[in-house]
């Protein structure tokens, strides 16, 4: 089982984290978090791609079982979770179970995502729950109507083959994103219950998001 967690994480935060845990314990095997380089469906981030990667190395560095993917960050281009995911299906070899962990904020919008149908050719998706993110009865006909038959009861059922089923986890509810941890931190506000702690020192030895 190999799990991927795209995000820009501008920054990493103890939202991402906690969740990321949690969707760990659920799935078991491998999380990796793989920050993207130029994120398709959302504005540029503020710090840099070396500097994102650099805060996630320090943030999962004591999480076992969560990990750092690099190659969104060494690929040029666009980084579409399509083409990650076909990636490393073929490192994980066709049997073996491989899933799109995103927040319910981010599914929402599943249905403008390059190649979104074909991504359940290759992986499942786990989508976690968001405080404030739009319910499903937001979601598109074109997608509710797709996801309807692939949707399973619990997490642990994407165990059971390799792709193409989605599960909904409730995670723990927290309401902190990195933008408002960057607005805070250029406003000169406390983050510091925000963020794991090497990362706080990152961001001030090198002067971000002020
Ligand atoms: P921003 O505020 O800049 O939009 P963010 O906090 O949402 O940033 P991203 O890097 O965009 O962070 O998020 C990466 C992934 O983590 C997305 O799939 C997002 O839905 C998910 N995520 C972020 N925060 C939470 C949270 N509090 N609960 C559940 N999922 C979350």
């Known amino acids: 089982m190999l799990a991927m967690f795209g995000g820009t994480f501008d920054p990493i935060h103890n939202a991402h984290l906690t969740v990321a845990r949690e ?19 959302r504005d540029q981030p503020v710090a840099s791609p070396e500097q994102r990667l650099a805060m996630l190395k ?14 969104e960050i060494q690929r040029s281009g666009p980084s579409y979770s399509f083409d990650t995911l076909c990636e490393l299906r073929r490192e994980v070899g066709a049997a073996s179970p491989l899933v799109l962990v995103l927040g319910a904020d981010a599914f929402a919008h599943f249905d403008s995502w390059f190649r979104w149908r074909d991504i359940f050719k290759v992986a499942h998706v786990l989508v976690l729950t968001r405080p404030r993110a739009p319910s499903r009865g937001s979601w598109t006909n074109d997608l509710e109507g797709y996801v309807r038959p692939r949707i399973v009861a619990r997490a642990t059922m994407l165990r059971q083959r390799a792709a193409g089923m989605i599960a909904s986890l409730g995670v723990t509810p927290m309401l902190v994103s990195a933008s408002d941890i960057r607005a805070k931190l250029a406003a000169g506000e406390s983050v510091e219950s925000l963020l794991p702690k090497p990362v706080l020192a990152y961001i001030e030895q090198h002067k971000l998001y002020r």
């Open 23 to 41: 969707a760990h314990k659920a799935l078991g095997g491998e999380l990796r978090m793989v920050p993207a380089q130029v994120p398709p469906h």
């Open 58 to 71: 320090l943030a999962v560095a004591d999480h076992p079982g969560l990990g750092v993917d690099e190659r």
